[in-house]
């Protein structure tokens, strides 16, 4: 369920796009087949299964600014996020890959707004249509 790499998050940058609130900015991009698997007719019906399974969750990078704090209040404020996208999952549109970007007044803002915030800026990614994300 995590973003890890470098070439993850620079193809959310580079193909996603963005929208924004108070507290954060968030860049998504939908997920996409992988070009091994699209080698081959046989080999697409084989895989497309499997892949549907993986695209049933979406995959979550958390970017922190060093601006932000010291390594204590970073950690903290990626402590919070992460709490927030697992109390709301379900809530969650998936089959997207999204980088969260927060801004300076979260470390300091009490919990329940930040959630609330966060899971309305989520929401609003589902109605993105599916065409928009895939303009490669």
Not at 45 to 51: L, P, Q, V
Not at 82 to 92: F, G, M, S, Y
Not at 101 to 108: E, F, K, N
């Amino acid at each position: 369920m995590r973003l890890l790499k470098r070439v993850e998050f620079e193809a959310v940058y580079g193909a996603g796009q963005r929208r924004s609130s108070p507290q954060f900015s968030v860049f998504f991009r939908a997920q996409t087949a992988l070009p091994k698997e699209a080698i081959g007719g046989e080999l697409l019906r084989e895989d497309s299964s499997a892949k549907t399974l993986e695209v049933n969750t979406s995959r979550f990078g958390i970017s922190v600014k060093k601006a932000l704090g010291g390594a204590v209040v970073r950690n903290r404020i990626r402590r919070r996020i992460r709490e927030i996208l697992r109390r709301n999952r379900t809530e969650i549109p998936t089959g997207w890959d999204i980088v969260i970007h927060p801004r300076t007044t979260v470390a300091q803002a009490p919990f329940a707004p930040l959630e609330t915030e966060l899971v309305r800026l989520l929401r609003s990614i589902q109605n993105t249509g599916r065409n928009t994300g895939l303009k490669t």
